[in-house]
């Protein structure tokens, strides 16, 4: 079995496990979570195949199993599925035990405008880099739509996500190449700032707000209208 593989089991069998928890019971929302999952899952592997094939990123075969999907290991594709799950499981799981636990509607949007200004700092100044460019127009479009909407979302997922961080991270830095001889997932530093957090790139950190942020809002969509259809067929 490949680490890369490992590393997506361990990932998502815990928080799968858990999903039977009678008083969470995470699994009435497995619709919503997995339907969301996939549309933004969509969207990130096309990217991933772009920028693999154009060699932004790659992958080293010691670790996989050698099967791949339109260039991608089947472990990447597998990635955008366990671990946005156990992210999303994490974010939902601790809005459970602490569901009042949310910044006010003036923090929220404050630290929207001071990150939609910084992300706004570092486009100008990485572009042209690919993997910089596209994760910050990203992040600023979905700062902008925020704003835009007022998303209620937003003033709970700024705390969660720094929860999220930390096994994000580790998974992440294991890809990187940290406790290990090589990079699972290599990066071609002419296309990013070369800043690392230890061995993971900066931008990763983007890149799962990116991710994680748009399914979120997706379940919570979903959600209102699937129950919408509950009451009516009642």
């Known amino acids: 079995m490949s680490l890369y593989l490992i590393l997506n089991i361990a990932s998502f069998i815990v928080p799968f496990a858990y ?3 009678k008083r969470m019971h995470f699994i009435r929302l497995w619709k ?14 096309v990217w991933d195949i772009i920028f693999t094939r154009i060699g932004v990123w790659g992958f080293n075969p010691d670790y996989h199993i050698g099967l791949n999907l339109a260039g ?9 599925i366990c671990i946005p799950y156990a992210s999303i499981f994490t974010h939902y799981a601790f809005l459970y035990f602490f569901e009042n636990t949310k910044l006010s509607d ?18 100008f100044y990485a572009y042209p880099k690919k993997y910089t460019t596209v994760t910050f127009i990203v992040f600023i479009l979905l700062m902008l739509f925020s704003l835009w909407k007022k998303t209620p979302v937003l003033s709970q997922f700024f705390i969660t996500f720094l929860i999220i961080l930390f ?17 699972v997932v290599w990066y071609n530093n002419d296309e990013n700032l070369n800043i ?24 919570e969509f979903f959600k209102k209208k699937f129950n919408k259809k509950t009451v009516i067929v009642k």
């Open 72 to 80: 991608l290991p089947i472990e990447e594709i597998l990635f955008f």
């Open 106 to 123: 003036k923090l929220t949007k404050y630290i929207s405008i001071v990150l939609l200004l910084i992300a706004i700092g570092v486009l």
């Open 196 to 219: 690392r957090l230890f061995t993971i790139p900066v931008e990763d950190a983007v890149y799962a707000f990116n991710m994680l942020y748009p399914s979120i809002l997706l379940i």
């Open 32 to 45: 919503s979570v997995f339907l969301s999952i996939s549309i933004v899952g969509i969207f990130f592997i």
């Open 167 to 183: 096994p994000f991270f580790l998974v992440n830095g294991i890809l990187t190449g940290s406790f290990i001889e090589n990079e």
């Open 19 to 21: 999903s039977f928890e």
